[in-house]
């Protein structure tokens, strides 16, 4: 179990990089999974964030409502917000909650501060910096070698959600998400961080307020934005991050 608990900080942000659980790690065994673990085929969670501020909502089709949050985030050169995540190994039924403030700046540029743990996340549009505080490791990556995900590039400006998915409509209801839209993404291009994606979207802004990744151990990261602010100047030192001392630097 120890070694489970060392992977959190890594698993837990590993779609930003691009990085899966170890299968290893995410199957205890070959036997099924321990008692009281989420149901394996449920793509959505037990609750759902706040309810959007929309109601009597029209149906619109999965591409409308792609192609409306599409363009909210097309017209955002910065994204502030607050936000809670939730992590969870599926096969271990164990779950992490985390909390911070997220800031976006195109082209490329990102920053997550974690206020529960001391964890970052930072890129400047040319090297991407993931710091974990308990163990004491940055990674580091350049932009070049690990791309955005398509899961984050639409929020950076650069990607298309209806380009890297294929996206249908959930139930709203059903998701207890009933002041907006609820969508699920399939990668046209497989990824190994993901199989798919669900975007709970305000149905007034179009805003996404809720991300919630699942991967292929059926392990859930779950992202949900609020307090959000668009377009307002984020100070370029937001992007710069520098390790303390005694810190593992290791680069892929």
Not at 69 to 84: H, L, M, P, R
Not at 181 to 187: E, W
């Amino acid at each position: 179990m120890k070694r489970v608990h060392r992977v959190w900080g890594l698993s837990a942000l590993g779609f930003i990089l691009g990085l899966p659980l170890p299968a290893a790690l995410a199957q205890p065994n070959s036997a099924s999974p321990v008692p009281g673990a989420p149901a394996a085929d449920s793509p959505v969670e037990e609750d759902a964030p706040p309810a959007g501020s929309a109601t009597d909502l029209p149906d619109l089709s999965s591409d409308v409502i792609a192609a409306r949050v599409q363009s909210f985030y097309d017209g955002a050169k910065t994204f502030q917000a607050q936000f809670n995540q939730r992590y969870t190994i599926f096969a271990y039924n164990k779950k992490k909650e985390s909390q911070g403030r997220v800031a976006f700046v195109k082209p490329g540029k990102m920053s997550w501060r974690y206020s529960s743990n001391g964890n970052r996340v930072v890129s400047d549009g040319k090297l991407l910096k993931v710091y974990e505080a308990e163990n004491k490791q940055l990674y580091e990556q350049t932009m070049g070698k690990s791309a955005y995900p398509a899961a984050l590039s639409f929020l950076l400006g650069e990607g298309k959600l209806s380009a890297s998915f294929a996206i249908k409509k959930l139930s709203a209801q059903t998701a207890n998400f009933k002041g907006g839209y609820v969508l699920v993404a399939i990668p046209k291009d497989p990824t190994p961080a993901y199989q798919k994606m669900l975007l709970y979207v305000d149905g007034k802004t179009f805003q996404v307020r809720r991300v919630l990744l699942i991967d292929a151990q059926k392990n859930k990261n779950v992202f949900d934005f609020f307090d959000a602010r668009v377009n307002e100047k984020v100070p370029a030192s937001e992007f710069t991050f520098s390790a303390p001392a005694g810190t593992q630097v290791v680069k892929p």
